[in-house]
């Protein structure tokens, strides 16, 4: 849990940097709206510099307000003009969302600090038999 929060984390904000070293605004355009339970899956494509992008995992309905967007619905996208695969929604900071950082950063710290309460638990168990190990070897029968 705090491994894929944590390279989720550094992913998002590798991206951003690339997005700010190098900004290029266009717009895409909605080409797919998948009905899932809790919302839907939107698929936005966008053109730089002569080659065609798809991504399915940014935050649109931040974009284009809090309705599902239709087929054909125009995004204002930031794109980076040296990695234009790192793409964001007009507007953010980053790729997957503004508010996506502190729920990944909190992801990873509680997936941190489980890592180290198991492992504790582990040591603390595994001393605990070595005593208990030691202590019914070394008694002496007196009958």
Known sequence: MALAGGCSLAVEISDAQKIDASPVRVHGVVDRVVQVKGGADIRVSYQVGGQRFATEDLPVLQGVGRTTPTVGTSVCLEVSAEHPESVRVCGQRYPGGDDMIPTLGLVAAAG?????????????????????NRGSGSAVDST
């Open 112 to 132: 941190t600090v489980g890592v180290v309460m198991a492992a504790g638990w582990i040591v603390v168990a595994t001393q605990q038999k070595r005593r208990d």
